[in-house]
Structures are given as C-alpha cells and as structure tokens.
C-alpha cells in the first residue's frame, strides 16, 4: 500500500504568501499521506518551463524538513500547474535503492502508482527498464505507448488493459507540461476536491487524509470514477469539469431467473400451440 497527494493550481494571481500557503499546505499533505507508507518519499512539480522532482528514502515527516525538500517546494510559483507526491510501502524493490522509490521517470514519463503490478516482467520484455520496483512497468509502458508523440487519454487508455494487478496512477510527460495525467482500475482509490473560491484542484488517496493533511474537516471528497483516466490542467482548478474517458467497461452480466416454470411457459410447445392451435 502506497500514497497519492496531488494539487492543480488554477489561473488566479497569487501573492508570495498565497505561494507560502501552498507550500505549506501540500507538505502537511504528504505528512498526512504517510499513513499509508514510511519507506520512502518523493514529489515532483509541473511548470510550463519544465519539471524538477526529489525523491529518497525517508518518511514524508523528515523529508519535509530538509533543505533538499524545501527547494523542490520553492519551484512552486506562479508557472506551477501542478505538484505531485508519493509516500511508498515498499513491496518489491529496495528503497535504498533510489531507482525504485517515486516518482519514477522513464524518458520523457514521470509518475506515481499505488498498487501492485503483477506482469511487470513480462511488459519489462517489451518495454525495457532498469527499476526492480514493478510499478517501473507501468510508465516504460507509456513510454512505449506514446513513443515520438505527447502522452494523451487516448494513448493511456490503449496502454492500461495491458497491466495486471492493480493501480492508481499519476503521471506527466515532459513534452506536455500544460497537464497532468490521473487514473485509477477499481480497486485503488483515488479521490479529488475543487476548492474554488482559491482556484485549487486537491488530490488524494483518501478523503480522510486529505482532510487530516489541509486541517479542514468540511472537505467533500470526489472519487475518479473506476476504469476511467482524465486530463487536469489548470483549466479544471477552476470551473472547467472533470471530464473522464473509461479505459474499460466491465461486462455486465444478466441474472437467469431458474425458478420452476408454469406447464408450457417459454416452452416450445407453447408457441408451437399459440401458432397452430391446440387441436393439431
């Protein structure tokens, strides 16, 4: 088990301190996310002009206190579209092995997963990596998906059928700096909150983590419907919708009723007679 948090930061003008409030506001999230996983840390921010990310093995509350963690939170500005973190569980790939901590990069994919991905050798034959940690499959899965183009809905939603396991994602790509990718199967959660009055689009694992982390128990959760991926730009802190495209429909299936029938109901017999007649 692993955490998500996340913030889209919408187009309204801020202040150094509205900037500082920020700041402060998405640590005390991923110190809140740490319920979930202490192994190991790492976030990365999204700004038209590039992204910059930091990652280690620590829990979030002493990542948050480090100079290296106050830098990446100062690349935070006005060009910020959006922040992302993660606080790992480890499973399978050491945590003192950086490589393997989120978020992890893959050429121009960087991301964050919770969940386990359980074909990941067999997508790593495919589409090579070097990360022991299986969720490394599912961004060189991107990778490979997208290729020379940017990352989209539509190239995702063709990559996710492809894993085994189960999985709540966020990622980005370099080439696409305007956005973020968010998606999730049916099993991992992975939830959203408009704060509109300052133009703010929160992530989150839990609802009840995102309440603990902003220190604000009024906060209604929205949860990314399942099977589904969406694209969040700063458009959507605001009062654009959250549009969702499904990656999958489940088969529905139709319960048959067994229950004992009345003499000649649904029989052939019964339409035979109500075409020809009882007498023949």
């Not at 740490?34 to 790492?42: N, P, S």
């Not at 990941?120 to 490394?136: G, H, K, L, M, N």
């Amino acid at each position: 088990m692993c955490g998500l948090a996340g913030l889209v930061i919408g187009k309204k003008v801020r202040s150094a301190d509205d900037l500082k409030e920020i700041r402060d506001e998405f640590s005390s999230l991923m110190v809140a996310t740490q319920i979930r996983g202490h192994h190991a840390t790492g976030a990365f921010v999204v700004n038209k002009s590039g992204i910059s990310y930091h990652k280690t093995d620590s829990a979030a509350n002493e990542m948050v206190k480090t100079d290296s963690w106050k830098k990446l939170m100062n690349a935070i500005t006005a060009d910020t579209v959006a922040v992302v973190g993660h606080v790992r569980y480890a499973t399978k790939g050491s945590p003192t092995v950086n490589s393997n901590n989120h978020p992890i990069t893959v050429g121009p994919i960087i991301g964050v997963h919770n969940g386990v991905i359980t074909n990941d050798r067999e997508i790593c034959e495919d589409f090579p990596y070097d990360e022991e940690v299986d969720s490394a499959a599912i961004f060189s899965l991107f990778a490979g998906v997208a290729d020379k183009s940017r990352l989209s809905t539509a190239k995702i939603s063709a990559a996710l059928p492809y894993l085994d396991g189960s999985f709540a994602v966020i990622a980005a790509d370099t080439r696409r700096r305007d956005s973020i990718f968010v998606m999730r199967d049916a099993t991992n959660p992975l939830v959203y909150h408009k704060d509109t009055e300052r133009d703010l689009l929160w992530l989150s694992s839990t609802g009840a983590i995102m309440r603990d982390g902003l220190h604000n128990r009024g906060i209604i959760t929205t949860m990314l419907p399942a099977y589904s991926v969406a694209r969040l730009s700063k458009s959507h802190a605001g009062t654009a919708p959250v549009k969702v495209t499904k990656w999958y429909e489940p088969v529905e299936f139709i319960e048959i009723d067994d229950s004992p029938q009345k003499a000649g109901e649904f029989s052939t017999a019964g339409i035979w007679d109500e075409v020809f007649g009882s007498d023949i």
